[in-house]
């Protein structure tokens, strides 16, 4: 038996680290940079107004007001884009848009709402601060500084930072194409109706879904019989287009398990993790290629593609923190757990208002088949393996999914 700890990082150390690739920003949503992303150009990259008005000197408007207004001659229209700006001559205004460049010898704009709107005169009634409305060049960042760091996780802003500077390809860690396997004589899919003894298949379709959230590429092999032969016939095939295969079912101890029985000896490495569920658990290589075998029950599925594949997974593309946000939270019902094992007991985390900590109830109990509760949970209440009982109202940790 070995520990949860052990297993993650024998499966991170056979993911390895992912390739780097160049992709279009378009593509690279979610996933971490492999570069330094120098800003070419400052942000802005030149003086421009930030509001819709009048380009003035500060001292041509000094002393305007409601009552008092200050009267300037208009000379000509800036929008955004335009690129031939004229110099604004003392003692007049052009009317600027926002995001339109700063004609020379103009410190200040004066909003529309502040004038009488004028095209060919206009009336200011409110003086103006040097720099008012105005953006100055590379305020945000400077050309020739790092925009964004290698191992920044590429969201919606980092990838607007990214085009702003003027990228359309960044160099990251490519997600990869997995091959998801469920195992079972049992399995049936939709719409063939069930008969006596069989089940619908759901593992590949939960994993599926999983992985696809971390980017990976997935394809799937929904239902393969509990038979060496028919195994191998359907996953040798198939190696050469993946980097990663993974397996449900066919790992603990009865008389047909497949997986087990195919890749003993063979390359994968089968073993007993101290955890509830997920306990019977395989990783190893496969002509070459990374095979993590996970346990048929579907609750014991997702809880080690939680503790196993998806921080080894994300460790592969490059995140610094491969974790799922910890808190701490108060428990609404006494728990236990087999001494030595860690448990992950799904629940249910919410957080009433003006409370520190958050409540959390369990969601079913420890038993790995079951699913409906597992849909109905939003955390997993992790219970280490030196605790046998957590009594209602005590504090424990849940990982937010
Ligand atoms: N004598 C022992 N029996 C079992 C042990 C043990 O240590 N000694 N461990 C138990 C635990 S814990 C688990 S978990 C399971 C793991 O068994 P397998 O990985 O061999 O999985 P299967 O037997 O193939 O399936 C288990 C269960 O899950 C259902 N299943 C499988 N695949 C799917 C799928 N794709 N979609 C939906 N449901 C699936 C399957 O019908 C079984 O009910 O072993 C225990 N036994
Ligand atoms: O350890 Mo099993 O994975 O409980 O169902």
Redesign the pocket.
Request: net charge negative; proline share 9%.
């Given at each position: 038996m070995i520990s949860v700890d052990e297993h993650r990082a024998q499966v991170t150390e056979l993911l390895g680290r992912r390739p780097a690739v160049s992709k279009p920003v378009t593509e690279c949503a979610g996933l971490v940079l492999a570069e330094d992303v120098a800003a070419t150009v400052s942000l802005p990259p030149f003086d421009n107004s930030a509001m819709d008005g009048y380009a003035v000197r500060s001292a041509d408007v000094a002393g305007a007001s409601e009552d008092a207004p200050v009267e300037l001659a208009v000379g000509t229209d800036i929008p955004a884009g335009r690129v031939d700006v004229p110099a604004l001559p003392p003692g007049t205004a052009h009317r600027i848009m926002t995001g339109a460049p700063m004609p020379e010898g103009a410190d200040t704009v004066v909003m529309v709402e502040r004038t009488d709107g004028g095209t060919t005169r206009v009336r200011v009634h409110a003086e103006s601060a040097p720099g008012t409305h105005v953006r100055r060049t590379g305020e945000d960042v400077t050309a020739g500084t790092v925009a964004l760091s290698a191992g920044t996780v590429c969201g919606p802003a980092q990838l607007g930072l990214a085009s702003a500077v003027g990228r359309d390809t960044l160099a990251v860690y490519v997600p990869p194409r997995v091959l998801v396997v469920?195992?079972?004589t049992?399995?049936v899919l939709p719409p063939e109706p069930l008969t006596h003894g069989r089940?619908?298949?759901?593992?590949?379709v939960?994993l599926g879904a999983a992985l696809r959230a971390l980017g990976c590429e997935v394809s799937t092999v929904?239902?393969v019989a509990?038979d060496i032969d028919s195994f191998r016939a359907a996953i040798e095939p198939r190696l050469a287009d993946v980097d990663l295969v993974v397996t449900?079912?066919?790992?603990?101890?009865?008389a047909y398990?497949?997986?087990?029985d195919t890749l003993t000896g063979a390359g994968v490495t089968f073993t007993?993790v101290a955890m509830?569920?997920?306990?019977?658990q395989g990783s190893g290589t496969w002509d070459g290629v990374p095979v993590v075998?996970?346990?048929?029950?579907?609750v014991?599925?997702l809880v080690s593609f939680e503790a196993f594949l998806r921080p080894a997974i994300l460790t592969s593309l490059g995140h610094a923190d491969p974790e799922r946000t910890r808190m701490r939270a108060r428990l609404l019902e006494t728990l236990t757990s087999p001494p030595g094992k860690r448990q992950f007991r799904r629940g249910f985390y919410s957080h009433p208002d003006g409370d520190v900590t958050g409540v959390v109830g369990p969601r079913g109990g420890p038993a790995?088949?079951l699913?409906a509760a597992l849909s109905q949970a939003n955390c997993l209440i992790v219970l280490d393996e030196d605790t046998t009982e957590v009594a209602a109202d005590s504090e424990v940790d849940v990982l937010l999914l």
């Open positions: 469920s195992t079972g049992e399995l089940i619908y298949e759901s593992n590949s939960m929904r239902s509990d449900s079912g066919g790992v603990s101890a009865g398990e497949v997986v087990k007993k509830q569920p997920g306990g019977p075998t996970l346990p048929g029950n579907p014991s599925v790995s088949h699913l």
